[in-house]
């Protein structure tokens, strides 16, 4: 992943709302959620939904397919993947960092 992508992506989940509704596809997986599910699950105006998957769209951190007359929106575990590679990639200079949820000695 390339630097810009990670800024943007980063950008588009420093806002609460899109957090959480990036947090809403991660948990429901593959099967992806409508705007109609999203809205209901966090109470959010249709036009507000609407403005933020926007956002989350261009970053690339959430994929959009329509199925007949829905929209569903997926999360992009590839482009996840590749956001917390990028961010740990030189973690403690290569040395692994954790063991069993533990901190290692790298002082992670």
Not at 1 to 17: H, K, N, S, T
Not at 26 to 31: H, K, Q
Not at 84 to 93: K, V
């Amino acid at each position: 992943m390339e630097e810009p992508d990670v800024i943007r992506a980063l950008g588009a989940l420093a806002q609460p709302l899109r957090l959480q509704i990036f947090r809403a596809l991660v948990v429901v997986g593959d099967p992806g959620l409508t705007p109609g599910a999203i809205q209901e699950a966090l109470a959010v105006p249709a036009a507000t939904l609407s403005f933020h998957l926007k956002e989350l769209l261009a970053s690339g951190l959430v994929n959009q397919e329509r199925a007949s007359r829905n929209l569903i929106y997926r999360a992009n575990y590839e482009r996840m993947n590749g956001l917390l590679g990028y961010l740990t990639e030189n973690c403690c200079q290569g040395a692994p960092c954790a063991v069993d949820g533990k901190a290692a000695s790298c002082g992670c």
